[in-house]
């Protein structure tokens, strides 16, 4: 194992792997809030219900929240191998280069924006966490569970859409950028299918935004209405 993650390819795979742990998750998630676009209904939203479900998921023969639970442990060890591991391929790439730094040349703009994306979604899924998990950032009305009226009330504010269109603008282009290099990796990448993997990746990032940002713009435009 620690041969493993001693090698770059080694690094590289694992970079790979939890990347695909962390990709899973945002699809699911995504798909998930979209649960909130069947409005506040009558007292009971459906995405109230479906968080009530996740938390209940394999009860009675689990403990309640216990799959929850291992979602979370599994999502923070594929982040810490996801960010150790690119931490130390970028190292071990500029050792290789020297003190004489060649320009990288013919590298896109997300690959070369790829660290800056990466800080923000973590600052941004920081925030996140700590408004709709932990309810700490209680500038607008928050209660546990009532996930409908949580969202409905902090989408009213102008400055919490800008930061969700924000940090899951830096998903998408981190994501695009990611899904073009797992597929370099393991060696998919041929002349002839790189036009198909770089407009995979970048359709493939898009479908995942317009899910994520369909949810505060219909709130901010008022296609979603109050909780009941
Ligand atoms: C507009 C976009 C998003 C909305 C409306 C949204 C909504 C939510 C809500 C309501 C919760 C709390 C769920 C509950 O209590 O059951 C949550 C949790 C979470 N979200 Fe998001 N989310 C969005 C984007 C994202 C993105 C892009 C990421 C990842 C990069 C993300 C990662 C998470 C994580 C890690 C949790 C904590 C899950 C837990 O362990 O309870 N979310 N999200």
Redesign the pocket.
Known sequence: MREFWSSSIGKKIAVGISGAI?VA??VL??VG?LN?LYGAGDGDAR?DD??HW??EFGEPLLPHAFV?WV??VV?LCALVVHVTGIVQLRRRAAAARGPHKAKPIGRSLASRTMVVTGVL?LA??VF??LQ??TLTIDVTPLR??A?YA??YWA?QKWYFVLI?VL??CA?AFHLRHGIWSAAQTLGYVRPNRDRAIRSAATWGSIVIAAG??S??VCFWTGVLGAPA
């Open positions: 962390l998750y945002l998630h995504m809030n909130a995405v479906y968080a996740l938390r929850l979602v979370r999502l979604v941004f899924v996140h966490i709709f998990t546990e569970g996930v949580n969202l989408f969700y940090g899951v998903i994520f940002l949810i505060p």
